[in-house]
């Protein structure tokens, strides 16, 4: 996925989008993540109801999340308070469902 970013009172909002059509945008604390993630980065995303057991090394970026919204091909998810919004999103969730966000950035 392409990133385009901006920052706000430490709040970054990372929107991306896939040559799949796939786009989504994300809010994180940018001091709980230790790598920098910039407009034009490659970035793999994972979305899944599975927490990934080597997620500290398979992952720049892993959260938990709830799904608060699925509608048509669209899925809103709470992360503690900050908003992950997915287009596209072709798996299948439901509203209440724990899942797990990872990203990595490919460099």
């Keep these: 996925m ?8 430490g709040i970054v909002r ?3 989008s896939s040559e799949s059509g796939v786009s989504l945008a994300l809010e994180y604390p ?3 993540v230790d790598v920098d993630i ?9 979305i899944s109801n599975e927490k990934d057991p080597n997620y500290a090394s398979n992952w720049d970026v892993y959260m938990s999340g709830v799904v608060y919204y699925v509608g ?9 308070g ?3 919004d997915v287009n596209n999103f072709k798996n299948d969730v439901k509203v209440g469902e724990k899942v797990y966000i990872g990203l990595k950035v490919l460099r």
């Design 2 to 9: 392409d990133v385009k970013g901006t920052d706000y009172r």
């Design 82 to 84: 900050l908003l992950m």
């Design 14 to 16: 990372l929107e991306m």
């Design 38 to 46: 910039k407009q034009g980065d490659n970035v793999k995303v994972s």
């Design 30 to 32: 940018r001091n709980a």
């Design 72 to 80: 048509g091909n669209n899925v809103k998810i709470s992360i503690g």
